[in-house]
Each structure stands twice: as structure tokens, then as C-alpha cells.
């Protein structure tokens, strides 16, 4: 089992930046694959960035390419989420995910994930 501790979220104008972290804990020494995940009111829970732990290489959605960074820390065990030029539409609660062995799947399908933070809000506005 692994936990995951986002923190990072908050409220920015448009065009503005923030940077999410993901803690984690537990049984991380097995996790290949940790992603951040996002769900807009009304939304499904769609996936944003994700990082290949061992190797580095990254996996962006093409609404967030070449303005959010995913990036590890191996030595702190985290994850983060730099998010630039912020549109109202990146406004959702975003979740830090981490797989487990065995798990099959593309890297931003969250059917990968079974280890989900509880989430961190963030609101762009206009």
C-alpha cells in the first residue's frame, strides 16, 4: 500500500502558475508509474501527467502539453505538477495517483491507478 499526499492546490488568475507536490509513503520501492489525474464539477476524472519512475520518461495530455511539467524527486519520494499559463478551464480537484505491480495500461488511464490521494483544488479564474 502507498500513500499519497497532495499539497499545493489554491486559487490563481489566468496565465498564473502553481506548482502541486505528492508526498509518498508506504511500499513506494515497487510503484513503475505515479500520475496526477484532475475532475472538473460535472466531469470525468481525466488524466494530465504521468512519469515512468525508473527512467524518468514523461506522459502529458494534450490539453496540458507545454504548459505543465511532471518531475520527480526520488530522494523525498515526490512528485510534482508545475502548471503554467493556467486557463479557468484547468479549474478541478487534482489527484496524485501511484500504481501497483502488475497493473497493465496506458499511463494516463486511471484503471492503472490503485493508490489515490485525496485531492487538492484548484481554481483559476478569468
Known amino acids: 500500500q502507498v500513500r499519497l499526499v497532495e499539497s499545493g492546490g489554491g486559487s490563481v488568475q489566468a496565465r498564473g502558475s502553481l506548482r502541486l507536490s505528492c508526498a509518498a509513503s508506504g511500499n513506494t520501492a515497487s510503484t513503475k508509474y505515479m500520475a496526477w489525474f484532475r475532475q472538473a464539477p460535472g466531469k470525468e476524472r481525466e488524466g494530465v501527467a504521468a512519469v515512468y519512475l525508473r527512467s524518468g520518461e514523461t506522459f502529458y495530455a494534450d490539453s496540458v502539453k507545454g504548459r505543465f511539467t511532471i518531475s520527480q524527486d526520488k530522494d523525498r519520494n515526490t512528485v510534482y505538477l508545475q502548471m503554467n499559463s493556467l486557463k479557468p478551464e484547468d479549474t478541478a480537484n487534482y489527484y496524485c495517483?501511484?500504481?501497483?505491480?502488475?497493473?497493465?495500461?496506458?499511463?494516463?488511464?486511471?484503471?492503472?491507478?490503485?493508490?489515490w490521494g485525496q485531492g487538492t483544488l484548484v481554481t483559476v479564474s478569468s
Open positions: 495517483a501511484a500504481d501497483r505491480p502488475g497493473t497493465l495500461g496506458w499511463p494516463l488511464n486511471q484503471s492503472r491507478y490503485t493508490n
